[in-house]
């Protein structure tokens, strides 16, 4: 299958592999393996499905006992090329849905083609690790899980090597900020995170002895294709492999599932409630009130707050009142009647501000929760 077909290069789909085919000379900057780094000879970007994205996966199992020399051979006796004229970027993701999408301005084109999963490991920039590169091989640091961010940026005018250099940092940006769009979770922290630890890229342009471009950061033209061509792919392909977009990122548990208060974890504390039929009624009806916008709203206020706190912003005392008060204001605009603020916040800040060493977040939200149905009702 033809996924795009320009002057300068053919992108095509088979079986397990996008394959970028280069009809003149190119430069190529790849997180490739082999033939990685910065090159002029090559004549192939292959992005392929290497494995299902399971530790558990025999295929997977399989690939860790080749060498990068002969993961790189495998590849590129699947796709029919020469492995010494390719660069390779492996993922688990399923290469049908792949995203490509491309930006012009005036003389100039930009072409992102993303596959993307985040469900395994997606993580922020300094979270714990999961291995370690030793002089005696790889040791693990701790349980790893699958998931990757794979971007082949394709400019169609020349640059000069720095700014084909800025442009994976364009790129690399790009894919944060869609992440942050999506409020996707660390898997290791309570931070958003902004990729995941096995992303991989190649950003491509025709070879020229006088380049278009010297500089792609988004503050030029050429940067702002970048970053709008590479957030669409990335977002288009995780809503594909994880049917993760922006109407599913709402809900209460969603937006502060990475701080505790998991769907699970809300069901076991409203079953502890006193009120047996007014619980009841509130399980029942607990998907409507996670999706409900004013309490979507009052939750991603609540994890603001929650971030403030870990980046140092916010001193304890002073966050531990604001999340009294955002909590309160979750509890009346359950209920919808702005009158029971001043009853509810009373209430809240008695059985949680008594005893700040006690002070759970996620049994504020729930208590918040009830109060609100109570009122709601009444």
């Not at 640091?141 to 090597?161: C, E, M, R, V």
């Amino acid at each position: 299958m033809i996924l795009a077909d320009f002057t300068s290069f053919k992108a095509q789909k088979t079986h397990r592999s996008i394959l970028i085919s280069l009809k003149q000379p190119h430069l190529v900057l790849s997180s490739s393996s082999e033939n990685g780094g910065l090159h002029s000879d090559l004549k192939y970007v292959i992005n392929n499905q290497c494995c299902e994205g399971s530790a558990l996966h025999p295929v997977a199992k399989d690939l860790h006992l080749l060498s990068r020399q002969e993961l790189h051979q495998k590849v590129c006796a699947e796709v029919q090329t020469d492995p010494k004229l390719s660069a390779v970027i492996t993922t688990a993701a399923n290469m049908d849905y792949a995203a490509i999408n491309t930006q012009t301005y005036d003389d100039t084109t930009v072409t992102a083609i993303a596959t993307a999963g985040v469900e395994g490991n997606a993580g922020c920039a300094g979270d714990p690790a999961q291995w370690h590169e030793s002089p005696d091989g790889i040791v693990p640091a701790d349980k790893s899980f699958s998931g990757t961010i794979n971007i082949i940026l394709i400019l169609h005018q020349s640059l000069s090597p720095s700014a084909l250099v800025r442009s994976t940092i364009s790129a690399t940006e790009a894919k944060s900020a869609a992440l942050q769009e999506l409020a996707v979770p660390s898997k290791y922290s309570s931070s958003l995170s902004t990729g995941t630890g096995t992303d991989q890229i190649a950003a491509i342009c025709p070879l020229a002895d006088s380049p278009r471009f010297h500089w792609c950061g988004h503050h030029s033209k050429l940067g702002e294709l970048i970053g709008l061509a590479v957030k669409s792919a990335v977002k288009e392909a995780l809503r594909w492999q994880n049917g993760l977009e922006a109407s599913r990122t709402r809900h209460l548990s969603y937006a502060l599932g990475r701080f505790g208060l998991t769907r699970k974890y809300l069901v076991e504390q409203l079953k502890l409630g006193q009120n047996a039929p007014q619980t009841d009624f509130l399980l029942d009806s607990l998907q409507m009130l996670e999706n409900d916008p004013r309490v979507s709203a009052q939750a991603y206020a609540i994890a603001a707050v929650l971030d403030r706190k870990q980046y140092g912003i916010l001193p304890k005392a002073s966050v531990q009142q604001n999340l009294v008060a955002q909590c309160a204001l979750l509890a009346t605009e359950l209920g919808g009647k702005a009158q029971n603020y001043s009853t509810i916040h009373p209430v809240l800040h008695q059985e949680f501000l008594q005893d700040t060493q006690q002070f759970d977040i996620r049994k504020l939200v729930v208590r918040a929760i009830e109060l609100g149905w109570e009122y709601k009702w009444k």
